[in-house]
Structures are given as structure tokens and as C-alpha cells.
């Protein structure tokens, strides 16, 4: 398993917090897993997402421009060590929690727009 071997994920024995996975067959043959995470109680963050008619009007008249395209985004961000354990899923494979945000948090999108926000923000 990639995650496991990256240190993405690792085997968890106990958790409180153990979502379903559920496996998505792609059309170019590989499988997308998605965990279940949205059926838990989970404290809303409510970061402001932007508009794209805001950000367009921020850039208009700007004579440079740059496309940045991230490489498995949201896995960049780390989850802090006590909050791990409310990422467990478990699959045929064995019961794991994350060490990066994945893809399937509630928060994910406001996480990762705010750390975008907070990288970029002398230039918007």
C-alpha cells in the first residue's frame, strides 16, 4: 500500500473514530478510495471560501500571472498527532489513521483554503 509505505497512513489498534472506505472504480482502470468521514459529529470551520467573481476581479489588470498546480494538495497538510486517531478507517487491509489531511474531512476544503490564504496573502 503507497499511503502506508509513505507515511501517510499507519495501523492503528484502537479509535473511537472508525469510518467506512468506500472503493470508486475510475474509467482509466485505477480506484479512487473515498472514507466516509461526513456522518461524523464533527465542529464546523467556517473559513470563507471565495467567490470566483472575487478573485477575478482581484486579478484583473495584474501584468503577471502564474498557474500553480498542487501535487496531492490536501495530503501537504499535516494533522497534528492528538487528532489523528478521528481519521481511522478501516478496509480488508487492516484498521489505519492518517498523518496528512485527506480528501472526505468536513473541514478539508476551509483547512486548505485557509492555508492557502495565509501563504499567498500578500499577493491577492
Known amino acids: 500500500m503507497k499511503l502506508l509505505a509513505t507515511g501517510i497512513i499507519y495501523p492503528i ?5 472508525v469510518s467506512l472506505v ?5 474509467k482509466s482502470g485505477m480506484t479512487f478510495v473515498r472514507n ?4 461524523l459529529a464533527t465542529r464546523k470551520d467556517h473559513f ?3 467567490f470566483i467573481d472575487q478573485v477575478q476581479e482581484k486579478l484583473s489588470g495584474k501584468s503577471h500571472y502564474c498557474f500553480l498546480d498542487g501535487f496531492s494538495s ?5 494533522i497534528a498527532p492528538e487528532d489523528q ?7 480488508p487491509f487492516g484498521t489505519f489513521a ?3 489531511m485527506p480528501f472526505g474531512l468536513c473541514n478539508a476544503p ?4 485557509h492555508c492557502m490564504t495565509s501563504i499567498f496573502s500578500n499577493l491577492l
Open 13 to 17: 489498534s484502537d479509535s473511537q473514530w
Open 22 to 26: 468506500q472503493v470508486v472504480p475510475r
Open 36 to 39: 466516509q468521514h461526513d456522518e
Open 48 to 50: 470563507p471560501l471565495p
Open 74 to 78: 490536501y495530503m501537504q497538510i499535516h
Open 85 to 91: 486517531h478521528k481519521t481511522t478507517f478501516t478496509c
Open 98 to 100: 492518517y498523518t496528512r
Open 110 to 113: 476551509s483547512t486548505f483554503q
